[in-house]
T-cell receptor, first 114, second 115 residues
């Protein structure tokens, strides 16, 4: 099975712009979670999508949003970029059942905000 | 919400020695505890996980122990090898619908195995 893929792998944006990141889960996985990884804050949960619905949300401002399509692919969007949004954005897919199951991470998108 | 603390932040061991990384969690509802290994420039990869109905789990040189009463769990790596050098993250989640996929991570331990 192909692993989790993310596009693009690298992005450079300027403050005030917006950005859209994409994540394709492992075939058969219905849950996609997004995490932000920074040296200072570590790995932080952004949100999770399951069956095209946001099922859980972390403590990030409304500038961070996402969606999931019927084929389970997910996108996250960050509007009005700030310097502090520079980070590695990781998505993870899982089967998404009622109990916790293994989350498989993608390679990440490294976002740099200038 | 859940809070996970991880110690130490860095750990240096000689090849062949054992390494132990410890994590504590705050939410008594947490019942799933995975450990991820992240090599430089690569994605986090699951190396072992444990659920709250089990006290210990072992996979070759890697073992994890869980103490629900004390709310802490530990990763044990025996006979360390240079390829074990990486950053290790512990995490916790509760198994309830809506939160099962929300992993709260520790701050990471940079393990260096020296020859």
């Amino acid at each position: 099975k192909a692993g989790v893929t993310q596009t693009p792998r690298y992005l450079i944006k300027t403050r005030g712009q917006q950005v859209t990141l994409s994540c394709s889960p492992i075939s058969g996985h219905r849950s996609v979670s997004w995490y932000q990884q920074t040296p200072g804050q570590g790995l932080q949960f952004l949100f999770e999508y399951f069956s095209e619905t946001q099922r859980n949300k972390g403590n990030f401002p409304g500038r961070f949003s996402g969606r999931q399509f019927s084929n389970s692919r997910s996108e996250m969007n960050v509007s009005t970029l700030e310097l502090g949004d520079s980070a590695l954005y990781l998505c993870a897919s899982s089967l998404g059942g009622l109990t916790s199951d293994t989350q498989y991470f993608g390679p990440g998108t490294r976002l740099t905000v200038l | 919400g859940e809070n996970v603390e991880q110690h130490p932040s860095t750990l240096s061991v000689q090849e062949g020695d054992s390494a132990v990384i410890k994590c504590t969690y705050s939410d008594s509802a947490s019942n799933y505890f995975p450990w991820y290994k992240q090599e430089l420039g690569k994605r986090p990869q699951l190396i072992i996980d444990i659920r709250s109905n089990v006290g210990e789990k072992k996979d070759q040189r890697i073992a994890v122990t869980l103490n629900k009463t004390a709310k802490h769990f530990s990763l044990h790596i025996t006979e360390t090898q240079p390829e074990d050098s990486a950053v290790y993250f512990c995490a916790a989640s509760s198994g309830n619908t809506g939160t099962a996929s929300k992993l709260t991570f520790g701050t990471g331990t940079r393990l260096q195995v020296t020859l």
